[in-house]
Nanobody
Framework: QVQVVESGGGLVQAGGSLRLSCATSGGSFSSIVRGWFRQPPGKDRQFMAARSARGADTAVAGCVKGRFTISRDNAKNTLYLQMNSLKSEDTAVYYC?????????????????????WGQGTQVTVSS
């Protein structure tokens, strides 16, 4: 059974950087679509970035493009979200999610409802 666990959140000053990690276990790392989402206080969950099962295809939300980067380390079964030039509006709980259904190698989805395995979330707070 696939499980994902996030880590790496914390308090950072505006303009700083953080790297979130998502450790994946219980499934084939190279066969599932995984993504990052965030949920600011009082708002809906927002898509940040996703990577296809094969890993060659990525998608990043327009609002963070150029600042956030998604990557993975196959040897460690870990997905990363590198966040640079952080702003106060990036403050949120960040979630890693997996879509365990079988898709084509380059399939990506940004819809939260397509993901059926979620981590517990990690808090990112950016102080201005």
């Amino acid at each position: 059974q696939v499980q994902v666990v996030e880590s790496g959140g914390g308090l950072v000053q505006a303009g700083g950087s953080l790297r979130l990690s998502c450790a994946t276990s219980g499934g084939s790392f190279s066969s599932i679509v995984r993504g990052w989402f965030r949920q600011p206080p009082g708002k809906d969950r927002q898509f940040m970035a996703a990577r296809s099962a094969r890993g060659a295809d990525t998608a990043v939300a327009g609002c963070v493009k150029g600042r956030f980067t998604i990557s993975r380390d196959n040897a460690k079964n870990t997905l990363y979200l590198q966040m640079n030039s952080l702003k106060s509006e990036d403050t949120a709980v960040y979630y890693c999610a997996a879509d365990r259904a079988v898709h084509s190698a380059n399939y990506i989805t940004a819809r939260p409802r397509d993901y059926d395995c979620w981590g517990q979330g990690t808090q990112v707070t950016v102080s201005s």
